[in-house]
């Protein structure tokens, strides 16, 4: 099983990059759109795998954030939902929206994107409701901003609210952000 894969990228579409290891062997690998404009062609890159074998085909899923690969291993565990839309789920969804939508059951977050209608959006919610939310890193980025805000004086449930609809990632844009919705 392919875990990680380490190279130079040679090729890249919006989607799909082929990776060039030091060996010589050049793999195809599918990413997010997010994924995809974190990097250039010609730039050494690490990718996390998620490797999908069929009786038809093997297909590698590359993530530079292992928050994203999670995402995407929860969804194409769901009856109905396979890589392609988990992808496009990907592509769409920063983790910090997938899983605020997730703990709000906000099906409409879930419709916006192509190939998910409210079966689909109702089925995602309810088989990944009960499922615990660890988001590294970012989890630090909202008690950061959290404490800076209160720090402030705004009130917690005011802040907690704001901060589930800010889509920042970095905690000195979330304030920012935060503070600009708080006003």
Not at 24 to 28: A, D, L, M, P
């Given at each position: 099983m392919i875990v990680t894969i380490e190279g130079i990228v040679i090729k890249k579409e919006p989607t799909f990059v082929v990776i060039k290891t030091s060996s010589?062997?050049?793999?195809?690998v599918f990413v997010s759109l997010f994924c995809s404009s974190s990097f250039e062609i010609n730039q050494k890159i690490?990718?996390?795998i998620t490797q999908i074998i069929k009786e038809d085909s093997?297909?590698?899923y590359g993530f530079?954030?292992?928050n994203e690969q999670k995402m995407?291993?929860?969804l194409i565990k769901?009856?109905?939902i396979g890589a392609t839309t988990a992808m496009a789920l990907c592509s769409s969804l920063d983790t910090n929206t997938f899983y605020t939508a997730l703990q709000s059951g906000n099906e409409s977050v879930f419709k916006k994107v192509p190939g998910i209608g409210p079966k689909s959006a109702k089925r995602i919610i309810a088989e990944l409701s009960d499922v615990k939310i660890?988001?590294?890193n970012s989890n630090q980025v909202h008690t950061?901003?959290?404490a800076a805000l209160l720090s402030l004086g705004f009130k917690q449930d005011n802040i907690l609210k704001i901060l589930r609809t800010c889509e920042s990632k970095n905690t000195n844009e979330l304030i920012k952000e935060a503070l600009k919705k708080l006003a």
């Open positions: 010589g062997i050049g793999y195809g690490e990718f996390l093997h297909k590698l530079l954030d292992v995407f291993e929860m769901i009856s109905g660890n988001i590294e950061q901003a959290l």
